[in-house]
C-alpha cells in the first residue's frame, strides 16, 4: 500500500510519506496504518486509487484526510483510476468532496488506457453523455439512427485542428475539437448506448495520422449489417459559414466502406488494422495479418475481436459486404429521425449535398464498377 516503509518484529513504522496508492479494498489492518499515516505527521502529496480499489476505500480514505489535523487535504493530488460500477461511478463525482479540484476521476477506462480530469469537470461530462443517452432512448430510434442522432450532435462541435487537449471533457466544456477528439467523443457515446465501435487510424497524403470510427451496424429496419467507416469531424461545418439549421447537411463520411477511403480523391489511406481489413483479396489479408512482425497490430486485432465478439474472418466479410449506406437511406433517416422537425425540406438538401460533395471527395469503386459488369449491368 506504500510507497516507503519498514517492517520489523511485526511492528510498521513510516517515515516521510508521500505517495500512497491503494489499488484492492482496504482491509481493517489497512485502514488502521492508514490512519497512523494520515492522523500523524507526514509529507503527503498523491494518493492513487486503482485496480480493484472500491468505492467504500476512496470514501474511507477521504474521511480521513477531513478530519486529520496534521495534514492538509487541500495540496493532496487525489487520482481514481479503478474500474467502478455504474451507480458507484455515479455516487463518486456527486459525492460532497473538500477540494474538489484535488480530485481526478477517470471518466474513460480501458486497461492502462484512460482519461482522468477533476471531479467538477468529469461531473459536467457526465451531466452532458447522460443527457445524450437518455435523448436517443426517448427517441427510440433503431440502431443506424441512433448512430445518426450522435453524429449530428458530434458534427455541431466548432472545428479547430490547432487544438493539442481532445480530452473529451475539454471538448465538451469549449465545444470545440481538433479531428481525432470528434472520434474520440462519437466513440465514447456509441460505447454509451452499446454500439460497437473500434477507433481506427487514417492517413492523408501529407503522411499526416487521424483517428476514424469503426461501428459495427444491425439494423433490420434499414437492412444494413456491416462494419462502416465514420468521421463526424469531415462532416462538421463551420458555425460562422452556414446557419445553426442546416449545419447538418453533410454525411460523406457517415457510413463509409473500407475500399471507399482507400479511393478517395484526396489519396487518404487506412493504416494498421484498418489497413489490412481493407484489402481487397482475402486471402492476401490473412497472408499479411499471418507474417506481420507488428506487436501493436495483433494487439489490436485481439481488441477488436473482443468489441465486435468475434474473428478475423467476420470483421473482414463484415466489411466487404454488399450492403451500403448511400445517399437514399441518409434520405430515410432525415425524414425518419427529424420528421420536418428542423426546416424544410431538409432530406432534399441533404441528398443534393451529398452528391455534390461526392464527386469532390471520392473516385468511382473500380471494384464496384467490375462487379456490376459481371452481373450484366452499366
Known sequence: MYDNFEEENDFVEFFDIQNLYFDHPLSIQELEE???????YNNLNQIYFKGTCDLISIERVKNLLLISSTTDDSKIEKIVTCNLNDSDYSNLINSNFENPSTW?????N??????????PKVREFDSYVEKIKNLVIKEELTPLERVFRIYDIVK???FDNSLTDDSLSTIVNTNKSNVDGYNKLFSYLLNKINIPNY???IENSDKEKNLITLVLINDEKYNISGLFLFNPAYDSLDKNTYKEDIRMISYNYFGLKLEDIEYSNYKDSLKDTLGILAINKY????????NTKNIHINREFNKMYTIFNNNFKYLYDSSHNEMVID???IEKLCDNVY????????SSIVKKNYLDRKKELFSDNPHKKLKEMLKGKR
Do not use: C, Q, W
Open 34 to 40: 492508514l490512519k497512523t499515516v494520515v492522523l500523524g
Open 104 to 108: 481526478s476521476v477517470s471518466y474513460y
Open 110 to 119: 480501458d486497461g492502462n488506457n484512460y482519461m482522468v480530469d477533476t471531479i
Open 156 to 158: 455541431l462541435i466548432e
Open 199 to 201: 477507433l481506427g487510424i
Open 283 to 290: 486471402d492476401y489479408a490473412i497472408d499479411r495479418l499471418a
Open 327 to 329: 445517399e437514399n437511406i
Open 339 to 346: 420528421e420536418g422537425t428542423i426546416m424544410e425540406n431538409f
